[in-house]
Every structure is written in C-alpha cells, then in structure tokens.
C-alpha cells in the first residue's frame, strides 16, 4: 500500500493500493465520470435507486452523478490551503460525536436538490484537518451493510486503519516518518 499527496500542504492524502495504478481518489472520478459504468451500476442497483431515492430514470440518475462528482472533486481538489477539511468530512458513524484514534471518516455534498447526494468519499482522519482517503462509492441504501459495494469500502477503511496502526501510525508526524521511508 502507498500513498499519494493530494494537497502540497500535507492535508490530504489517497490510498494506492499495490495491485493498482491510480490512487483511489483517481480511480472514484473515473468511474463517477464514465457514463458507460454509471448505467451499468445503475442498472444492477435499480430496486435501491427507486426505493430509497425514488428516482426511476437511470439517464436523470447518471447525469447527477457526474454532477455531483464535479462538484465533490471541486470542492476536494480546488480549496485553498488554509481550508479546513474538518468541514468537508464527517464521522462515518452519524452518531459519533467525540474524537477517535485514526476515525473513519466520510464526505459527501452537502445541500444537493432534489435529493441527497449518494457519492461518498471515506477517509481516515490522521488529526483535525488531515486526512486519507481510502475510497469512494455510490451509496443508494442507508446503511454501508446492505451491499457488497459498499462492505468492500468498510473493508478498505478497516484495512488502511489497522495498516497504520501495525505501522506505529497515530498522527500526522507517524505518518510523514511512513511516507518518507517509502519513498
């Protein structure tokens, strides 16, 4: 497993896992931006679309992913170095309220008409306003459990936060000492 910088400022970093070429925030805007795998997903996954978000057009369903990876990849990628990313990610747990050692952490846009954003990015948060990105995904169901898809994106948090913890990894300073020794 590596890890690429996405901000210069050491605020945001993604998972490259071994058997991969891209990092996975790469990987995610890929597929959110490939209409040929939208429709594919969509259509495998059309029994959730329509009962959790009523939605029934794949082609409405399709152009709003695309949409809102636009606007999720802006929001990431174009912030000024003094933003704070405790703003933009969230505990994964919506009743978790303190702190976590290494949290597992989500984003998604925010305030997003006429439903709610189905896109998420997840993240370890090494401390306030650092964070990993361990994946993405589409998530049509209320809970991360009730698909295979969306298991694998627990599966991958679960797995980078054990890989830095057996790395002696608990914040920002272990975690530079990590990236520096790989590279």
């Known amino acids: 497993m590596k890890f690429d910088k996405i901000l210069e400022n050491n605020t945001l970093w993604a998972v490259r896992y071994d058997d991969k070429t891209d990092n996975v925030l790469q990987a995610v805007f890929a597929q959110w931006n490939d209409p040929e795998w939208l429709v594919d997903f969509f259509s495998s996954n059309i029994s959730d679309l329509k009962s959790f978000f009523r939605i029934t057009d794949i082609n ?107 790395n002696g990894v608990v914040d920002t300073v272990g975690f530079t000492e990590l990236f520096n020794e790989n590279h």
């Not at 954003?117 to 997840?122: Q, T």
């Open 60 to 166: 409405q369903a399709v152009y709003d992913t695309i949409d809102d990876s636009q606007r999720i990849q802006c929001l990431i990628l174009d912030i000024s170095p003094d933003t704070d990313l405790d703003t933009i990610f969230r505990p994964l747990e919506n009743g978790r309220s303190g702190e976590m050692l290494l949290g597992k952490e989500k984003a998604r846009i925010q305030n997003r008409p006429p439903h709610a954003s189905w896109l998420r990015l997840y993240a370890i948060k090494l401390e306030p306003g650092c964070y990993i990105i361990t994946g993405g995904a589409i998530k049509l169901t209320r809970t991360m459990q009730e698909r295979e898809h969306t298991l694998i994106e627990l599966h991958k948090m679960e797995m980078v936060r054990n890989f830095l913890i057996e």
